[in-house]
């Protein structure tokens, strides 16, 4: 007596034909409920890019209003690449990880320069740009060229994850290897636009972090973490997050006459290029004044007194946390310039808002636009010298 044979595998463990019935499954779904997002309503690959880039570490309804006001002020590669990076970062500001905008920037200079204009379509060209790793070339190469590369983001690795049961830690090399395996074994041959986005999708709207709602969900039935686990939200498995260390960092509001005087960041490192009023990290046990009056010393070279604190700023970064303490400043000595430099500028109050600040400083900013008690604009003259 004959034996049935088995369905044939494919090489993730699906059958054949469940490997189809998920492809036809997620588009279906996809072509149904996706969003109705800007950067969707094109494949222009410009458009596309400036999406890729705005979406790293951040949420849709975050980058949405940033996308629409970015794209109306740089509407080409040409435009951005003849901005300045000021332009740029104040377009950027209040987004976080400037190293973004930073890297568009000098990526659309190369753009224009080395390709007239056009962004690449070769893997290697555009895997070679500033800011564009295997994720948003993948994501750019499918979307705007429909190129057969599957883009494995956060949403990604989570829908794969809870799909294949995978309970090893994704930030391990050998597991993202895998999960880019078989993102590539999913991938719909020519339709690569529409499953890279309809994956990324399902991630986002249904496959979540926490409370996923797995009844909604297209391809429930081929997802071994929704049939074998009892909480499908435990995958990803990722390493415990260590606590984030505590810095207080100071400020000096260093005022002359209406203006204050702001520094710019060095272009390289944590929030380059912003501007920021001077200070430093505070250190040891010394007293927030102390440390105010040294750090702003050691940046700029002026001597300056205290004239009035501000509210203190909670600020949480990556790697790291801060309390920002500003203090209203005057200078004793006149040892700087009063005039413009490099890396430092004296601003009319009213005109700060034209440079690009961190989230923490802008909130030092805003304290001084809303006090309405103390009135401190109003004291700005009064415990000021006259300019130098």
């Given at each position: 007596m004959?034996?049935?044979?088995?369905?044939e595998k494919?090489?993730?463990g699906?059958?054949?034909?469940e490997v189809?019935?998920f492809?036809?499954?997620?588009?279906?779904?996809?072509?149904?409920h996706?969003?109705?997002?800007?950067?969707?309503?094109n494949?222009?690959?410009?458009?596309v890019?400036?999406?890729?880039?705005?979406?790293?570490?951040?949420?849709?309804?975050q980058?949405r209003?940033?996308?629409?006001r970015f794209?109306?002020?740089?509407?080409?590669v040409q435009?951005?690449?003849?901005?300045?990076?000021?332009?740029?970062?104040?377009s950027?500001?209040?987004l976080g990880y400037?190293?973004?905008?930073?890297?568009?920037?000098?990526?659309?200079i190369?753009?224009?320069?080395?390709?007239g204009g056009?962004i690449?379509?070769?893997?290697?060209?555009?895997?070679g740009?500033?800011?564009?790793?295997?994720?948003?070339?993948?994501?750019?190469?499918?979307?705007?060229?429909?190129?057969?590369?599957?883009?494995?983001?956060?949403?990604?690795?989570?829908?794969l994850?809870?799909?294949?049961?995978?309970?090893?830690?994704?930030?391990?090399?050998?597991?993202?290897?895998?999960?880019?395996?078989?993102?590539?074994?999913l991938?719909v041959?020519?339709r690569?636009a529409?499953?890279?986005q309809?994956?990324?999708?399902?991630?986002a709207?249904?496959?979540?972090?926490?409370?996923p709602?797995?009844?909604?969900?297209?391809?429930?039935?081929?997802?071994?973490?929704?049939?074998?686990?009892?909480?499908?939200?435990?995958?990803?498995?990722?390493?415990?997050?260590?606590?984030?260390?505590?810095?207080?960092?100071?400020?000096?509001?260093v005022?002359?006459?209406?203006?204050?005087?702001i520094?710019?960041?060095?272009?390289?490192?944590?929030?380059?290029?912003?501007w920021?009023?001077?200070?430093?990290?505070?250190?040891?046990e010394?007293?927030?004044?102390?440390?105010?009056?040294?750090?702003?010393?050691?940046t700029?070279?002026?001597a300056?007194?205290?004239?009035?604190d501000?509210?203190?700023?909670?600020?949480?970064?990556?790697?790291?946390r801060?309390t920002?303490?500003?203090?209203?400043?005057?200078?004793?000595?006149?040892?700087?310039?009063a005039?413009?430099?490099d890396?430092y500028?004296?601003?009319?109050?009213?005109q700060?808002?034209?440079?690009a600040?961190?989230?923490a400083?802008s909130r030092?900013?805003?304290?001084?636009?809303?006090?309405?008690?103390?009135g401190?604009?109003d004291r700005?003259v009064?415990?000021?010298p006259?300019?130098?």
């Open positions: 004959s034996q049935a044979a088995s369905p494919s090489p993730s699906l059958t054949v034909d189809a019935g492809r036809r499954r997620i588009l279906k779904w996809y072509s149904v996706q969003r109705d997002l800007p950067w969707r309503r494949d222009d690959p410009y458009s890019w400036i999406s890729e880039m705005l979406l790293q570490q951040t949420r849709v309804d980058a209003p940033y996308y629409d794209m109306a002020r740089f509407p080409t435009a951005l690449a003849e901005a300045s990076i000021d332009e740029v970062l104040k950027w500001e209040g400037y190293a973004r905008a930073r890297n568009a920037h000098r990526a659309a190369r753009i224009v320069s080395e390709y056009r690449p379509s070769d893997p290697i060209e555009i895997g740009l500033p800011g564009i790793g295997p994720y948003t070339a993948a994501a750019i190469l499918s979307i705007a060229y429909n190129k057969d590369h599957a883009a494995v983001d956060g949403n990604v690795i989570r829908v994850s809870r799909l294949f049961r995978i309970e090893d830690l994704v930030s391990r090399t050998p597991v993202k290897r895998r999960l880019q395996w078989l993102a590539d074994t991938l041959p020519g690569a529409d499953f890279n309809a994956m990324m999708e399902l991630g709207t249904v496959c979540l972090p926490r409370n709602v797995c009844e909604f969900c297209p391809v429930m039935r081929y997802c071994k973490a929704q049939a074998l686990l009892s909480d499908p939200s435990i995958l990803p498995k990722k390493a415990p997050r260590k606590e984030r260390p505590h810095r207080d960092v100071l400020a000096g509001l005022v002359n006459d209406d203006r204050i005087l520094v710019q960041r060095p272009m390289d490192g944590l929030l380059g290029g912003l920021e009023f001077p200070g430093g990290n505070r250190e040891g010394e007293s927030l004044v102390d440390g105010v009056v040294r750090s702003v010393l050691g700029t070279g002026l300056i007194s205290i004239v009035q501000l509210p203190q700023v909670s600020h949480a970064f990556t790697h790291f801060i920002l303490h500003g203090f209203i400043c005057h200078l004793t000595s006149d040892s700087l310039d005039q413009t430099s890396n500028r004296w601003v009319p109050f009213d700060l808002t034209k440079f600040f961190s989230r400083h030092l900013i805003d304290f001084l636009r809303s006090d309405k008690h103390t401190l604009r700005f009064s415990v000021s006259q300019t130098p």
